[in-house]
């Protein structure tokens, strides 16, 4: 049977750039401390094992992601797998991962430390430019099966510029998507990403759980804000059962937020958007027609013209 309350921690978390080991000490710290608290889910940011800011001015072979990437699982999910299956909870955190049959492949991933003992590894499907000089992106969605039933998992763009990700979560039967990310003042305006995660709460009537860097890492200073948000009980409004919005001062600050949720809230009578993944009354057919997105899709994928324009990039 499903447990519907699961208390959830997000971590602002500042690192150190480029120092993997005292960064994974922090990572374990915090674990350890959001555990103690009584956290089910613990969530750090992307790329907090080694720090995100890039050497543009580097090879790949040279970059700090590069030389600091280990395999998933690996010493550092070895580390902090122990605390996960000791606590019992669900542990994510960011990292640069090597293939482990390709050394000259290197993806931005997030470590999943299950509380049996189990690692898994969900890798950023959408590569915004900037990363794309280290990452080579993934191919796979990951969708976790847990007491608190399915799990998603995105990566910051992944999260912000694809729902598909966030919807495929809900359509799947999960009431709860985990965010990544690593957000800096200087690549973004806050209220924009801000804006996406309300709006997909709202639409998909889902909670999210979305943990970001603060302060600065080599040279970019971000914003903070994690938070754990989604539909409250005032219909057309997110609420943000912990943290602070992207942007919000009082969340400039390293530390750890953390709410205990009921997310059976997210299939409530009061959640307008409810119908879109489930039959109504009356023998009413849900509202997602996955069967028409597909042939839109396959229409696309069929096009010569498309062709020629991503080749063409």
């Not at 931005?108 to 992106?137: Q, T, Y």
Request: overall charge negative.
């Amino acid at each position: 049977m499903t447990n519907p309350v699961v208390n959830i921690a997000v971590v602002n978390f500042k690192t150190v750039w480029g120092d993997k080991n005292a960064n994974l000490e922090r990572i374990c710290a915090y674990a350890e401390q959001a555990a103690l608290c009584g956290a089910d889910i613990i969530v750090l940011p992307e790329l907090a094992l080694t720090g995100y800011d890039d050497e543009a001015d580097k090879p790949l072979h040279q970059k700090m992601q590069t030389l600091l990437a280990e395999t998933i699982p690996g010493p550092a999910t070895d580390r902090v797998s122990e605390i996960a299956k000791r606590t019992g909870a669900y542990i994510l955190f960011g990292m640069p991962e090597v293939d482990r049959d390709d050394p000259s492949v290197t993806r931005n991933s997030a470590a999943i430390c299950l509380p049996d003992g189990g690692v898994r590894s969900f890798r950023k499907v959408h590569m915004p430019a900037g990363e794309a000089s280290w990452a080579r992106r993934g191919d796979e969605p990951l969708f976790l099966d847990t007491p608190f039933g399915v799990i998603g998992v995105g990566i910051c763009y992944d999260s912000y510029k694809f729902p598909e990700l966030v919807r495929m979560t809900k359509a799947r039967g999960g009431q709860l998507f985990i965010n990544v990310t690593a957000l800096p003042f200087e690549d973004i305006l806050p209220n924009v990403n801000r804006e996406d995660l309300e709006s997909m709460a709202l639409a998909d009537s889902i909670y999210l759980a979305s943990a970001n860097l603060v302060g600065l890492d080599l040279y970019k200073h971000f914003m903070g804000g994690s938070s754990v948000l989604g539909p409250g009980e005032t219909v057309g409004e997110t609420a943000y059962y912990a943290g602070y919005p992207f942007g919000d001062p009082a969340g400039q600050q390293p530390g750890v937020f953390l709410a205990a949720i009921d997310l059976s809230l997210a299939e409530s009578e009061c959640c307008h958007t409810r119908r879109l993944f489930t039959a109504g009354p009356e023998g009413q057919a849900p509202g997602w027609r996955p069967a028409i997105y597909r042939e839109m899709c396959d229409t696309v994928l069929n096009d010569p013209d498309w062709q020629r324009r991503v080749r063409a990039h």
